[in-house]
């Protein structure tokens, strides 16, 4: 017998279609409603993505068709998720846990990357800007830091200038993506070095996926950011560049580049 939680795990799971699970699922959660007739789509999405919704006593899922041989027990994990977000409650954790292992494991993030690779499309700027090239600010940092043996992934500024994430490494389309609010006259050098460093290393240690929990800035990652030139300095111009967007932002001042 095998116990996941307060779900039910014998036989009949193996029996249910998807849209017996959600009908058993939405009982337990809304003993008292009226049930709803369940429709389930599993759609192309660039993503692991699903969608819930309830209308006229229609619930409809589409599920990211990449979830479509995934077990009963994910199934099962994933209508616990979806519906308690329409209910606007917070799902049990050992659900969550179990459905995000289900997504960690290695055979399924590679499924997921190749997919986001194939049907998504990464826009982004060329990375030369108008105040800082970023294919030279990578090569500078790779000779003085990694013997210049980093292969260059795709480089570029962002479409969007973003103010919460200054710089991104997307492993799906290899690419280190900073943020094109950066390329302005009125951010320093050290800022965008720091921040494509950061990235480097993002690619020096990969993210370790350990079950359920992801760890994207390990000891070892931490260690090796510190021995970036004028780490401190860095860090105080990032903090003043951030507090300085923000203040902008609170003014009601557009953005650059946008
Ligand atoms: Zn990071």
Same mark, same amino acid.
């Given at each position: 017998m095998v116990h996941l939680g307060e779900m039910q795990v014998e036989t009949a799971l193996f029996f249910e279609t998807i849209e017996q699970i959600y009908t058993r699922v939405f009982r337990s959660l809304k003993p008292r409603a009226s049930v709803p007739t369940v429709t389930i789509r599993f759609r192309k999405y660039a993503n692991i993505t699903s969608r819930i919704r309830l209308e006229n006593n229609n619930l409809t899922v589409d599920i990211s068709d =990449?979830?479509?041989?995934?077990?009963a027990p994910i199934q099962e994990a994933l209508a616990h998720i979806l519906l308690a977000k329409l209910f606007r409650r917070i799902p049990e954790a050992g659900i969550v846990a179990r459905y995000q292992r289900y997504l960690n494991r290695t055979e399924m993030r590679r499924v997921v990357h190749s997919v986001k690779r194939e049907r998504g499309r990464k826009l982004i700027r060329n990375p030369k800007g108008e105040t800082y090239d970023l294919q030279a600010v990578f090569e500078e940092l790779n000779f003085k830091y990694f013997d210049g043996l980093m292969a260059r992934p795709q480089l570029g500024w962002s479409i969007r200038p973003s103010r919460t994430t200054l710089g991104h490494y997307d492993p799906s389309h290899h690419a280190i993506v900073l943020s094109? =609010?950066?390329?302005?006259?009125?951010?320093p050098a050290i800022l965008v070095n720091f921040v494509m460093f950061h990235e480097m290393l993002h690619l020096r240690y990969p993210t370790e996926h350990n079950g359920a929990r992801r760890c994207v800035h390990t000891q070892e990652f931490k260690q090796a950011e510190?021995?970036?030139?004028g780490y401190r300095e860095a860090k105080r111009a990032l903090r003043a560049f951030v507090e300085k967007e923000w203040a902008r932002e609170a003014l009601g001042l557009s953005s650059r580049g946008a």
């Open positions: =990449l979830l479509e041989s995934a077990p094109c =609010l950066m390329d302005a006259q009125d951010c510190r021995q970036f030139e």
